[in-house]
């Protein structure tokens, strides 16, 4: 038995396999609350539409001023059809509170907070904005007295059709993700001093974003950031198809790459990372949504000229990939060396001695070091070498072309550029090395 001015019910390991009402209380009303259909396990509503979330069933006393609410037992509450076998609290928390009973005007209230269990947040659409019609609470049947005399009635915030028309309700506007409790609401009854006990049928409702069910990816609800993966580099998710309050079904899930040059992902879920960008896995079960989106990170580029000069072409470099923005490049020497054919940014550059890239007319943007060896280096037209330097501490050395210096960069070893180049918001510090403009 509870405490006299307070009463809660806990989470448990849900032992269920599909049902949207939990049980575990006392309960008077051996017919199934729900019509055929509505009961808690049917087939969820369109998007958008409230589901019935949890069944409680509802003791008060005025004489002890205490209030009880607990999950319908399935056994007495002879909910067909569905298979509930689990603790309370296992999708929804309730707590009462400030139980008080005015004999002037026959207000019997109490405070009520709805602590949220599920994974997904509830009185919300699409996850974060207030849904207009919030969470309600609302009366399937009672008050019924138990004992004493006379007739107890709800002072609701509303009424509405839920299970049947003119259903009185309170209303949470507040979005409770998974284990947010709401903010104290104050429920008032009316009845004469006559009432000793009396009973009533609660049902939480609330809109939530899959009402149809999800696929859990890694724990996670659809849309999630898994964070960075390297090229090359490989992850398994785990994915499990969820009914609307979180319980898995074992249903089989289809695995999908929205970018396979981002990512790959094979039919039993394993990503690898393929090339710098961010992108999504899809993981879905027919038309129940699952995603978990990944930050595939740069990495060093190899080229190897195999096909021919243009840097463009995929093959010419390791991986059969062009380096992409956040990727580093080497060039070695090999017999075809590498030549723009159009302005490129990456992030670092190293030119073994002797080998060279031409710029032609393209701008070749570095955002982190530059170095080549003292023969050979970069070479141009009229392309400009650009020094953006927007990681931390960038340096340079060696042969480069005319040049353009936005970000803040130092020398670690001589540089020889054959052109004057120019410095527009950036700096070039030489505390111990030598900058040389000859001719080309």
Known sequence: MLSRNVSRFHRGTPLLAAALALAAAACTDRADPLGPGQRPGGPAGPPGEPVTLQALQCVASREQLSVRCEPLKPQEGDVHGDIIVGSQGVFMQVTTSNVNYNSGTGQFTFNATLGNLIQQPIGTTDGTTLDPNGIRIFFHSGPTVLTGTG????????FGTFTAAGQPYYQYNQVLANGVTSAAKTWTLVMPPTVLTFSFLLFVSAPVEYPNG???????LPGASFGALHPGDTHQIVATVKTVVGVPTGAAVTFSATDPNCATVSPTGLVTGVRYATCAINATAGALPGSLSFDVTGTTRTWTGATSTDWNVGTNWGGDLVPAVADSVVIPVV??????TSAVTVRRVTVDNAATISLGTFDLTANDD???GASGGILSTTGRLVLAGTVDNPVVHGRIPTFLVTGTYTLDGDVVAVAAGQVDLGALVSPNFNLQVVSQ
């Open 151 to 158: 007739v107890a009635s709800v002072v609701p915030d509303g």
């Open 214 to 220: 999800y696929v859990d990816t890694d724990g996670n």
């Open 335 to 340: 017999g075809n060396l590498p030549a723009l």
């Open 370 to 372: 530059v170095g080549t």
